[in-house]
């Protein structure tokens, strides 16, 4: 087994913890910055990540992907202001539990679907997939922040969610 329930709970409750932290950085100004005209903004990312990873350990565990629903919760999510949006974000700590707490570690060796179609296990799709791109955006946020001038943010700031002088 590569990774437990126990694991994999404490990796996703990481991620919500530094996105808590990176989020501590943002200005108001900030929030409607975006790369590219056809990139998000700050608070459409922030909003964006209140249903992606709930929803992709959905789908794991084999519900299958609403569009109803999907359009539902995506228009919940922007019609949030950014202190409710961060205390969405804040709660998946407590979601991910409750959404893997049925779950047996034998359960992550069950295959399911890829994206592409392709049998994974759902232990390879909560790794590739949920803690990957919970990464993935978190490194995107953190870079939006950098291109809006926060220069002191590091390593640190991205990979533990501290803020820390860089080691020598």
Not at 14 to 30: C, G, N, S, Y
Not at 76 to 98: K, P
Not at 118 to 144: D, K
Request: charged letters at 25%; one cysteine or more; hydrophobic letters at 45%.
């Amino acid at each position: 087994m590569v990774l437990t329930k126990a694991e994999l709970i404490a990796l996703l409750q990481k991620e919500v913890r530094i996105l808590q932290h990176l989020i501590t950085k943002i200005d108001p100004a900030m929030l409607d910055y975006r790369p590219t005209p056809k990139q998000r903004s700050t608070m459409e990312l922030l909003r964006y990540l209140t249903n992606m990873g709930p929803t992709l350990v959905k789908y794991a565990k084999g519900k299958p992907l609403d569009a109803a629903a999907m359009a539902q919760a995506i228009e919940t999510a922007n019609a949030r202001d950014f202190d409710e949006t961060v205390a969405a974000l804040a709660a998946h700590a407590d979601v991910y539990v409750e959404l893997l707490g049925d779950m047996s570690d034998e359960d992550f060796r069950v295959e399911t679907a890829g994206f592409d179609g392709l049998p994974v296990t759902r232990g390879q799709f909560f790794v590739n997939h949920v803690v990957g791109q919970c990464a993935a955006y978190r490194t995107q946020l953190f870079l939006y922040l950098k291109a809006c001038g926060r220069d002191e943010l590091n390593t640190m700031n991205l990979w533990v969610g501290v803020d820390a002088p860089m080691p020598s």
